[in-house]
T-cell receptor, first 115, second 114 residues
C-alpha cells in the first residue's frame, strides 16, 4: 500500500472560518510534509515533520497551523485565510533520510477555495 | 539555494514517438532525484527515484538518468501514448541542512496526440 489519503478533496471556506485538512498514511513513514501548489506552478514546501516533530517551517504565516498527532496522521489547521491562499494543498510522506530510500509519496490533494 | 530547471516547458508529440525531458539543478550535493507525473488538478504520482550514487533507473517504458557532477537528469519515454499526456515534474532532495526538502522544477507539459 503506497497510498497517502487526503480529506476533504475540495473545501470552500470564508475568511472568518476555521477548518482542517487531514492526511493519513499507513506505510510506516516517519517524515510527513505539507506542500502548497498554485495553478501552473510547482509545489512549494510549507512544513516538514520528522518523527512527529516539526523540523522545517518555510516561514509560513501563522494562519496555517500544522499538527502531527501520531506517526500516521498529519493535519493542517486553517484560520482567517485570505483569498490568495486558495490553492491545491498536497500532503506527502517518506521514510526518514537515514534509510535506503526516501522516495516521497503524495496524496491527491485538497483543492481549497477561500471566499 | 538549490534551483531546478526543466526544459522544455511544453512538448507536443505524435503517438509512438520516443521523447526526452530534461532537468538541471544548480547544487550537485543532492541526496536523490525523483520524477513525478501530475494530471490536471490531481496529486503527484512518483515515477522514478534515483539515489545520488546511481546513474539510472528504469520502469517499463520510462528510463531516468542522473549525472550528478554536471547537475543533469533526463527522463526518456519510449513509444509515447496519449495516456502519457500530463505534466512531468523533476524534484531534488538536497543532502545538506534541510534533509527532507524536495525542490521542484516548474515541469514539462507533455501532450501526446493520437
Amino acid at each position: 500500500d503506497t497510498e497517502v489519503t487526503q480529506t476533504p478533496k475540495h473545501l470552500v471556506m470564508g475568511m472568518t472560518n476555521k477548518k482542517s485538512l487531514k492526511c493519513e498514511q499507513h506505510m510506516g513513514h516517519r517524515a510527513m510534509y505539507w506542500y502548497k501548489q498554485k495553478a501552473k506552478k510547482p509545489p512549494e514546501l510549507m512544513f516538514v515533520y520528522s518523527y512527529e516533530k516539526l523540523s522545517i517551517n518555510e516561514s509560513v504565516p501563522s494562519r496555517f497551523s500544522p499538527e502531527c498527532p501520531n506517526s500516521s496522521l498529519l493535519n493542517l489547521h486553517l484560520h482567517a485565510l485570505q483569498p490568495e491562499d486558495s490553492a491545491l494543498y498536497l500532503c506527502a510522506s517518506s521514510l526518514p533520510r537515514d534509510t535506503l530510500s526516501t522516495e516521497a509519496f503524495f496524496g491527491q490533494g485538497t483543492r481549497l477555495t477561500v471566499v | 539555494k538549490q534551483e531546478v530547471t526543466q526544459i522544455p516547458a511544453a512538448l507536443s508529440v505524435p503517438e509512438g514517438e520516443n521523447l526526452v525531458l530534461n532537468c538541471s539543478f544548480t547544487d550537485s550535493a543532492i541526496y536523490n532525484l525523483q520524477w513525478f507525473r501530475q494530471d490536471p488538478g490531481k496529486g503527484l504520482t512518483s515515477l522514478l527515484l534515483i539515489q545520488s550514487s546511481q546513474r539510472e533507473q528504469t520502469s517499463g517504458r520510462l528510463n531516468a538518468s542522473l549525472d550528478k557532477s554536471s547537475g543533469r537528469s533526463t527522463l526518456y519515454i519510449a513509444a509515447s501514448q496519449p495516456g502519457d499526456s500530463a505534466t512531468y515534474l523533476c524534484a531534488v532532495s538536497s543532502s545538506g541542512g534541510s534533509n527532507y526538502k524536495l525542490t521542484f522544477g516548474k515541469g514539462t507539459l507533455l501532450t501526446v496526440n493520437p
